[in-house]
T-cell receptor, first 112, second 114 residues
Framework: AQSVSQHNHHVILSEAASLELGCNYSYGGTVNLFWYVQYPGQHLQLLLKYFSGDPLVKGIKGFEAEFIKSKFSFNLRKPSVQWSDTAEYFCAVTLNNNDMRFGAGTRLTVKP | DTAVSQTPKYLVTQMGNDKSIKCEQNLGHDTMYWYKQDSKKFLKIMFSYNNKELIINETVPNRFSPKSPDKAHLNLHINSLELGDSAVYFC?????????????FGEGSWLTVV
């Protein structure tokens, strides 16, 4: 079945550690890719997006993601996490009609 | 000013009741959506409207009825509420329905059915 897969359900890191959250999708054709963040009790905020061009995308708050077409992947990275990065992270793909399909989310806990 | 606003933010109601969640966007967008986030944080699209016309209608019970009086508003009415309807409902909007238009989310409405 077509889907968006996030490999890690819960990631626990110490401050200053490097972060990589995996995301793979199984939709064919041209896709648009997104990472959203949801801080506790808050709404979804866009971190970054990829439509075309440079496959390495830089977003807000020091996050970046790399689109690897051959691997159907769009992993999120940050070289040094902070306690304030504790949140739920969602990878998403938009299909026709801007139908956005989300992964199951990865909960990131950063220990001070 | 909040770009996508929805009310109420919190709603606790009994089974069998009918309730509505209102959504308004002041971004001038043509397309609006309703998403449901369950207790496991899984997000799923329910509906989308473009210029008041229904575009996406996922398999949701017909107790859920969206209504778009104009392109800046998309309200969600739920009849005969069930325990399983407890979730966070997010309204969202985008400039158009074409894939790739960034979707902006509201702050969510936490619905608890008891």
């Amino acid at each position: 079945a077509q889907s968006v897969s996030q490999h890690n359900h819960h990631v626990i890191l110490s401050e200053a550690a490097s972060l990589e959250l995996g995301c793979n999708y199984s939709y064919g054709g041209t896709v648009n890719l997104f990472w959203y963040v949801q801080y506790p009790g808050q709404h979804l905020q866009l971190l970054l997006k990829y439509f075309s061009g440079d496959p390495l995308v830089k977003g807000i708050k020091g996050f970046e993601a790399e689109f690897i077409k051959s691997k159907f992947s769009f992993n999120l990275r940050k070289p040094s996490v902070q306690w304030s990065d504790t949140a739920e992270y969602f990878c998403a793909v938009t299909l026709n009609n801007n139908d956005m399909r989300f992964g199951a989310g990865t909960r990131l806990t950063v220990k001070p | 000013d909040t770009a996508v606003s929805q009310t109420p933010k919190y709603l606790v109601t009994q089974m069998g009741n009918d309730k509505s969640i209102k959504c308004e966007q002041n971004l001038g967008h043509d397309t609006m959506y309703w998403y449901k986030q369950d207790s496991k944080k899984f997000l799923k699209i329910m509906f989308s409207y473009n210029n008041k016309e229904l575009i996406i209608n996922e398999t949701v019970p017909n107790r859920f009825s969206p209504k778009s009086p104009d392109k800046a508003h998309l309200n969600l009415h739920i009849n005969s509420l069930e325990l399983g309807d407890s979730a966070v409902y997010f309204c969202a909007s985008s400039r158009g329905e074409a894939s790739g238009n960034t979707i902006y989310f509201g702050e969510g409405s936490w619905l608890t059915v008891v």
